[in-house]
Nanobody, 122 residues
Framework: QVQLVESGGGLVQAGGSLRLSCAASGRTFNTYAMGWFRQAAGKEREFVAASTRSGGRTYYADSVKGRFTISRVDAKNTVYLQMNSLKPEDTAVYYC???????????????WGQGTQVTVSS
């Protein structure tokens, strides 16, 4: 399995931006579809965004569509989540995920990162 390490979380005011990064180990990064999930305190983990293995297609939860962008740089074994126009309800621990396809990574990922906290103040 691929090992995933997130970074880039922090505290930001509402309306601000953050970019999360997820670095993957190994030399098979381009064989994985990648995704992001989040879990707010007291709530279940939810899907945020996913990218196909090629990066040619991306998918988003309705709650973040138009504000968040997932992208990947295979040469760096890294997937990003650019988050703009942040809202207090975006506050959560954000997790990177990997799987063999978008269908898998968006529902039951094979690998998870440890998570990074994002806090949006009003």
């Amino acid at each position: 399995q691929v090992q995933l390490v997130e970074s880039g979380g922090g505290l930001v005011q509402a309306g601000g931006s953050l970019r999360l990064s997820c670095a993957a180990s190994g030399r098979t990064f381009n064989t994985y579809a990648m995704g992001w999930f989040r879990q707010a305190a007291g709530k279940e983990r939810e899907f945020v965004a996913a990218s196909t293995r090629s990066g040619g297609r991306t998918y988003y939860a309705d709650s973040v569509k138009g504000r968040f962008t997932i992208s990947r740089v295979d040469a760096k074994n890294t997937v990003y989540l650019q988050m703009n126009s942040l809202k207090p309800e975006d506050t959560a621990v954000y997790y990177c995920a990997a799987g063999p396809s978008v269908a898998v990574v968006s529902t039951t990922p094979a690998s998870w990162g440890q998570g990074t906290q994002v806090t949006v103040s009003s």
